[in-house]
């Protein structure tokens, strides 16, 4: 009943990935629950902001295109480099195991508390997200702290 479990091109994980030792249904909930919120956040918030910087580097980089044909190589080499920073300015700063098969305990900015299953942290200040933040973030339950602050986020806080 997981997609993962039929796909095999993709890293997703497996039901059974989530299963604990004693087979508890909550916990299992509780995983998915958790994983899908934080997957949520990072692809609302890790590859541009809604369409409005889409637009902006379409049009930075036409300007740019046309300067290259203006100057010598030595600087058309420069407009590459900054080319490649300008289409990589949406990706988080630090995105350690995040969308990966580990315990979401342990992706950057993650933190859990003493059961080491619950998330009650979610730190990403400064991390380069854009966009909104996602109303399934109210499904994090237990979430103590929230620290999105120094980001490129605009628009209102979910709330319950």
């Known amino acids: 009943w997981w997609l993962s479990d039929q796909d095999t091109l993709t890293k997703l994980p497996k039901l059974t990935d989530y299963l604990h030792d004693d087979g508890d249904d909550n ?12 997957a949520v956040l990072h692809y609302s918030t ?3 902001d809604g369409g409005s ?10 300007l ?37 098969n580990t315990n979401v305990c342990v992706w950057y900015g993650v933190s859990c ?15 380069n997200l854009r ?3 996602p109303s399934e973030m109210v499904t994090l339950m237990n979430l103590q702290r929230l620290n999105l602050a ?10 319950a």
């Open 46 to 48: 890790c590859c541009g």
């Open 27 to 38: 916990f299992l909930l509780l995983n998915l629950l958790q994983r899908y919120t934080l």
């Open 53 to 62: 910087s889409n637009t902006k580097k379409s049009q930075n980089l036409s």
């Open 64 to 100: 740019l295109r046309k300067e290259e044909e203006k100057v010598s190589r030595e600087v058309k080499d420069k407009t590459t480099i900054a080319n490649t920073d300008l289409m990589d300015d949406t990706k988080w700063n630090n995105d350690a195991d995040w969308m990966t």
């Open 150 to 159: 120094k980001n490129h986020l605009y628009g209102t806080i979910p709330s």
């Open 131 to 133: 966009g909104t933040i």
């Open 113 to 127: 508390d003493t059961d080491g299953i619950t998330i009650d942290t979610v730190n990403l200040m400064q991390n």
